[in-house]
């Protein structure tokens, strides 16, 4: 577990871990295949290995709760369980205890980067313990040109001094002897035993290119790391929104016919299919909002990981976040939540460890949807306060990192965490084999999870309309908008924002959207009840996301504390921007 985290937060991680190996070791018993645990740094090559080895992509460990996600690959032989790549000192924490709770594993594959292999060695040695142990030294492809008695020599000392068969090999393009060989060490594994690791050799790296140093120096300088991962994800969000606007009325005109049919249907399946928030009147949005997010930001961070850029920017960005308790590499996963909250979620399975409940907390609390911020700016461009945009703006972001300040666990904050091995790789061309991989891969997860939780989303949301429990919820909220300082109109604001984020603008717009319909004098006040309406609460398909990806306890935890600090920061907008206001 991470030193330092109170143990209800992460105890599940391991468990839930533990509980992933043994469904799939249940799984393997059945047609008896021994289990093998994959382990290693992210980008050493793990899954393009496995994926080489099996001739089958990753199938993830269905456990909803666990924060610590396996990928699963078979063949005839083993069951390949693919264990999270370390990044930061409290993973290597956290999955230390969760490889302790699969002690029954047959043996663990430790894949090392070659020209790195011993530094890398030296970060993942106590986790080990007394397991069997083989070794794949990936990147043969990057070493300086020796020949081949001269890697076998190596190759030996390796062996002679760790006491474990050991293998070197192209991971992105294995030939079939080299798998063979993979699979040959696998069967050979034992206990490490290290004579001395000083005196291990080093595998030579190939020559760098000076314009290829200078290139790495520049893009890990933490404000243009700050602008390459946020300029790419901002217009893959903006242009993904933008084609999903040109073609929104044409899907919504060809629905039309059937939406009128449904509409004429006997309540409750007129509300559940149609209606506003029903089935076929939330598809546009499904098809043409969700699924070309998904697909545009894992092929973003697919192309970020192959290519190296993505540690070298995260090994940038991490001091600057640190001390919000968030990693280098999470805030993509935020960023990416402006296009839509859903697949942002699924993404953080391959956010470091012990933060991704941190990244889905800030997904949850900051990323303004393209739901909900198309409405924010409808608002206010409907009161004629056009300048407000880039307030909300800096105000969500300021409050966002409040926000994971006062809720992240202190260890990912601290100094120690820092992200392990500063000395980097070269940056290289993409690999589109996995790129293409992890495509299928997000698609696969898009037809078996997010769809199902969109139908049904779209008929609970369906059913409260239909049953009056959003008007009776409006009552019940309306006396309290005065402590907001907004008028108790404000109110279906709220709510409709509870559901899906553009509520805001439908509880405070007219028909047309073109002027308010809830008395807001000030610019405060217009502030206020866009800030309240879009951040109270995460919408419902989010909130459903999130339990599935996490557990239930996770997301309704997150959703309490959510609604107490949003509400105690618009309190503050409302009482000291009227003040400011008012003293102007």
């Known amino acids: 577990m991470c030193s330092g985290i109170p143990t209800g937060t992460f105890r599940g991680q391991v468990v839930n871990l533990a509980s992933a190996a043994e469904e799939t070791r249940t799984a393997s018993e059945t047609v008896k295949r021994p289990l093998v645990v994959v382990l290693?740094?992210?980008?050493?090559?793990?899954?393009?290995?496995?994926?080489a080895l099996t001739g089958r992509f990753a199938e993830s460990s269905a456990l909803a709760g666990t924060t610590l996600r396996c990928e699963r690959y078979q063949d005839d032989s083993w069951d390949w369980v693919d264990t999270p790549g370390i990044v930061t000192g409290s993973d290597a924490a956290t999955v230390r205890d969760a490889l302790n709770a699969l002690g029954s594993a047959e043996s663990i594959l430790l894949v090392l980067r070659a020209y790195r292999a011993r530094k890398e060695l030296v970060s993942l040695l106590p986790m080990l313990g007394s397991r069997k142990v083989a070794i794949a030294l990936t990147f043969r492809d990057r070493l300086a040109s020796i020949d081949s008695a001269s890697q076998q020599r190596l190759l030996t000392t390796w062996k002679e001094k760790l006491g474990v068969p050991v293998e070197l090999i192209n991971s992105r393009s294995p030939d079939a002897a080299e798998l063979a060989n993979v699979r040959t060490t696998v069967m050979q594994a034992k206990p490490l035993t290290p004579s001395n690791l000083d005196n291990l050799p080093a595998?030579?790296?190939?020559?760098?290119?000076?314009?290829g140093l200078a290139l790495e120096r520049i893009v890990g300088f933490a404000p243009l790391s700050l602008f390459l991962l946020f300029g790419p994800a901002w217009v893959a969000v903006t242009q993904a929104n933008a084609l999903a606007d040109r073609f929104y009325d044409s899907v919504g005109a060809l629905l039309d016919p059937l939406l009128g049919w449904l509409n004429a249907l006997p309540a409750p399946l007129a509300a559940t299919l149609g209606g506003d928030y029903g089935v076929v009147a939330m598809f546009p949005f499904l098809l043409l909002y969700a699924l070309p997010t998904i697909l545009i930001f894992t092929g973003l961070i697919s192309v970020y990981k192959s290519t190296g850029l993505i540690d070298r920017l995260s090994y940038g960005l991490h001091p600057w976040l640190k001390p919000f308790g968030l990693g280098g590499r999470d805030l993509v996963r935020v960023v990416m939540g402006f296009g839509c909250n859903v697949p942002a979620v699924v993404a953080?399975?391959?956010?470091?460890?012990?933060?991704?409940g941190a990244c889905v907390s800030a997904i949850s609390f900051g990323s303004a949807c393209s739901y909900q911020l198309p409405a924010t700016l409808a608002v206010f461009a409907a009161v004629?306060?056009?300048?407000?945009?880039?307030?909300?703006?800096?105000?969500?972001?300021?409050?966002?990192?409040?926000?994971?300040?006062?809720?992240?666990?202190?260890v990912l904050r601290q100094a120690q965490n820092k992200m392990l091995l500063p000395a980097l790789g070269n940056l290289r061309v993409p690999d589109w084999k996995a790129v293409l991989r992890e495509s299928v891969q997000s698609l696969r997860d898009f037809a078996m999870m997010a769809l199902p939780i969109f139908v049904g989303i779209c008929i609970f949301a369906g059913l409260l309309h239909w049953s009056g429990a959003l008007a009776w919820l409006t009552r019940l909220l309306s006396p309290l908008m005065a402590v907001f300082n907004l008028p108790?109109?404000?109110?279906?604001?709220?709510?409709?924002?509870?559901?899906r984020k553009d509520g805001l603008a439908i509880g405070l717009l007219n028909?047309?959207?073109?002027?308010?319909?809830?008395?807001?004098?000030?610019?405060?006040?217009?502030?206020t009840a866009v800030y309240l309406a879009?951040?109270?609460?995460?919408?419902?398909?989010?909130v459903l996301t999130v339990a599935k990806e996490m557990r239930p306890a996770f997301a309704l935890k997150m959703v309490g504390r959510q609604a107490c600090i949003a509400a105690v920061f618009s309190l503050c907008i409302a009482w000291l921007g009227a003040f400011l206001f008012f003293i102007n």
């Open 384 to 410: 004629g306060f056009v300048w407000l945009s880039p307030v909300y703006l800096a105000v969500l972001a300021l409050t966002t990192l409040l926000y994971l300040r006062l809720t992240t666990p202190r």
């Open 488 to 499: 108790s109109e404000a109110a279906l604001a709220v709510v409709l924002g509870s559901v």
């Open 534 to 542: 879009g951040v109270l609460l995460p919408c419902l398909v989010t």
């Open 511 to 527: 028909g047309d959207w073109g002027a308010l319909k809830v008395s807001l004098d000030t610019p405060v006040q217009v502030l």
């Open 348 to 356: 953080t399975r391959s956010c470091n460890s012990c933060s991704r």
């Open 40 to 51: 290693g740094l992210e980008n050493v090559g793990k899954s393009s290995l496995l994926s």
């Open 203 to 211: 595998f030579p790296h190939g020559q760098r290119r000076s314009w």
